[in-house]
């Protein structure tokens, strides 16, 4: 159906809705109000990112993390805030191990680069650096990851969400969806 309707993301009800239904709920009134301040502020402090080198206004969206991570097997942690812009920022994860989707509306943009999909694999990445006990592969993380995120996540950025909480089971995810970010003039 997703195909047939050419869609990309189901608004922020119907994305709640499929959240939910996967385990994923939603972040507390106090992280969210929380999150759309700093997104703001973040944004506010990065006015050049909406726009293009070729002079286009480019939309924004702007995920805000708050993370308590603990590798059980290395007793090392990953905590505190991330944020993170959609686009491309300089530099690319190299062995991404999230799988991003190609979606059939918009089918030219590089999922990849949503804010979501490249902070959750940036936390990933930052697992992996505690890493991993000899003959071991996997590691077993421990913690709570808070997301905010400004507009309704696309499909392939809720496939990544799933993917973060299938390889982290024991890590409560947890995803709080605000308003879409509009250029002040």
């Not at 592969?137 to 496939?159: A, M, R, Y």
């Not at 024991?170 to 995803?175: D, G, K, Q």
Request: proline letters at 2%.
């Amino acid at each position: 159906m997703v195909d047939e309707f050419e869609i990309d993301n189901f608004g922020t009800k119907g994305d709640r809705f499929l959240l939910d239904s996967l385990s994923i709920y939603e972040s507390d009134q106090v992280f969210k109000e929380k999150g759309a301040r700093l997104a703001v502020e973040y944004q506010n402090q990065h006015q050049e990112s909406w726009w293009r080198s070729e002079g286009l206004l480019h939309s924004r969206v702007v995920s805000y993390a708050e993370l308590d991570l603990a590798v059980v097997n290395t007793g090392k942690s990953v905590v505190g805030a991330r944020y993170q812009q959609n686009g491309y920022q300089g530099t690319r994860q190299i062995d991404p191990v999230l799988i991003s989707t190609r979606l059939p509306f918009n089918h030219n943009v590089d999922r990849s680069l949503c804010s979501e999909f490249q902070l959750l694999e940036g936390v990933h990445q930052e697992l992996l650096a505690c890493g991993i006990e000899e003959g071991t592969s996997f590691i077993i993380v421990d913690g709570s990851l808070q997301l905010f995120v400004t507009g309704s996540p696309c499909l392939s950025c809720v496939g990544a969400m799933r993917q973060f909480q299938l390889l982290f089971p024991r890590v409560r995810l947890t995803v709080a969806i605000g308003e879409e970010l509009h250029f002040a003039t």
